[in-house]
T-cell receptor, first 110, second 117 residues
Framework: QKEVEQNSGPLSVPEGAIASLNCTYS??????FFWYRQYSGKSPELIMS????GDKEDGRFTAQLNKASQYVSLLIRDSQPSDSATYLC??????????FGSGTRLLVRP | GAVVSQHPSWVICKSGTSVKIECRSL??????MFWYRQFPKQSLMLMAT?????????EQGVEKDKFLINHASLTLSTLTVTSAHPEDSSFYIC?????????????FGPGTRLTVL
């Protein structure tokens, strides 16, 4: 059973702080990793994709991948109240399906 | 990012009727589309994988005769909930894969909220 694990939260951070969201996965052969943001009542929105070990930065977001540890994370710098949402980690399997974690709820306090 | 549309965005129907939901990729051709269902405060549940020109592949526990999927073209997939019942009320979301080899990316439609009375 391929699994993607996330802490459900909520993770509460003050405005302007760095939010760190973590995810582990079980399938060592996975090659593609994604972070989606989902606001309440809305569908998921792609934030970042990462395929190689190391860091990938896009604006205030940085994705980090460590395939040896089977660990992927998302850092959000200068967190804003509008970043409050559920963040879904997803790993693509060999049949091109996305295996989703249960999501981490982030609350950014003004 | 890529644009995927869904229609309708919400629908209310009576028990026993059928409802069709359309999913379109607007700016790319999607060889593969996926259909998900999400109940309140739960994560996405994959229902089926839809490939253009072939039969959909359903996940375990999803009734293929109840949830009919048609992937008529590279830009359109439809999900028909047949003989809907109140327990089918949920948020249905499609996604389309922009093909790019290893860097294929799934983009989600805005979702369709189904309420069965």
């Amino acid at each position: 059973q391929k699994e993607v694990e996330q802490n459900s939260g909520p993770l509460s951070v003050p405005e302007g702080a760095i939010a760190s969201l973590n995810c582990t996965y079980s399938d060592r052969g996975s090659q593609s990793f994604f972070w989606y943001r989902q606001y309440s009542g809305k569908s998921p929105e792609l934030i970042m994709s990462i395929y190689s070990n190391g860091d990938k930065e896009d604006g205030r977001f940085t994705a980090q991948l460590n395939k040896a540890s089977q660990y992927v994370s998302l850092l959000i710098r200068d967190s804003q109240p509008s970043d409050s949402a559920t963040y879904l980690c997803a790993v693509r399997d060999s049949s091109y399906k996305l295996i989703f974690g249960s999501g981490t709820r982030l609350l950014v306090r003004p | 990012g890529a644009v995927v549309s869904q229609h309708p965005s919400w629908v209310i129907c009576k028990s026993g009727t059928s409802v069709k939901i359309e999913c379109r990729s607007l700016d790319f051709q999607a060889t593969t589309m996926f259909w998900y269902r999400q109940f309140p405060k739960q994560s996405l549940m994959l229902m089926a994988t839809s490939n253009e020109g072939s039969k959909a592949t359903y996940e375990q526990g999803v009734e293929k005769d109840k949830f009919l999927i048609n992937h008529a073209s590279l830009t359109l997939s439809t999900l028909t909930v047949t003989s809907a019942h109140p327990e089918d009320s949920s948020f249905y979301i499609c996604s389309a894969t922009r093909p790019a080899g290893v860097t294929d990316t799934q983009y989600f439609g805005p979702g369709t909220r189904l309420t069965v009375l």
